[in-house]
Structures are given as structure tokens and as C-alpha cells.
């Protein structure tokens, strides 16, 4: 079982920048895969980052690709999403999800557990 634990949101102007942090709780995070979803209002939930067991593998949305870096420390059982020159249009909740494999997905069916997520809030 894993308890994830999402940090770092609030309100900031566009083409300012904020950080994620996803703290995990367990002591196999390092065999995880983690990922970072995204829900607006009235919106489905959607996929933004995803990263491997070891970090060496990430994906990306296209929308945030060159904007947002997904990363991870396992010694501090922590994810990351380092969010840089934010657009109204990425105002959303944001969760992080993992996966007890070290394949990393852009599906959220295929994580297994999700925080409670974080507010981002991006005015124009």
C-alpha cells in the first residue's frame, strides 16, 4: 500500500512557475512508476507527465512539453512537476498517481493509487 501525498499548488500569474511535490509514503517507491494527471472543471481527467522506476524514462502531454519537467528522488521518496511559464489554460487540480511497476503510462487506468490532489490556479 502507498499513500500519496500532493504539495506545492496555489495561485500564480501566467508565465510564472510553480513545483509539485508528490510525497510517497512505503518503503518500495523506488519500484514505482509515478505520473501526474490534471482535472479542470467540467473537464475529464487528463494526462500531463509520467516518469519510470529509475527516472530515466519520461513522458510528457504535448501541451506542456518544454514547459513542465517531471522528476523524481527516491531517497526521498518524492515525485516532482516543475511547472514554468504557466498559461491560464493549465489551471486545473493536479494529481499524482503511481503504480507498482517500473514502466511508466500515460493511462490513468493503469495507476493503482492517487493523492488527493493540489490546486493550481493560473490567472491571466
Known amino acids: 500500500q502507498v499513500q500519496l501525498v500532493e504539495s506545492g499548488g496555489g495561485l500564480v500569474q501566467a508565465g510564472g512557475s510553480l513545483r509539485l511535490s508528490c510525497a510517497a509514503s512505503g518503503r518500495t517507491f523506488s519500484s514505482y512508476a509515478m505520473g501526474w494527471f490534471r482535472q479542470a472543471p467540467g473537464k475529464e481527467r487528463e494526462f500531463v507527465a509520467a516518469i519510470n522506476w529509475s527516472g530515466g524514462i519520461t513522458y510528457y502531454t504535448n501541451s506542456v512539453k518544454g514547459r513542465f519537467t517531471i522528476s523524481r528522488d527516491n531517497s526521498k521518496n518524492t515525485v516532482y512537476l516543475q511547472m514554468n511559464s504557466l498559461k491560464p489554460e493549465d489551471t486545473a487540480v493536479y494529481y499524482c498517481?503511481?503504480?507498482?511497476?517500473?514502466?511508466?503510462?500515460?493511462?490513468?487506468?493503469?495507476?493503482?493509487?492517487w493523492g488527493q490532489g493540489t490546486q493550481v490556479t493560473v490567472s491571466s
Open positions: 498517481a503511481g503504480r507498482p511497476t517500473t514502466v511508466a503510462s500515460v493511462y490513468s487506468y493503469e495507476y493503482n493509487y
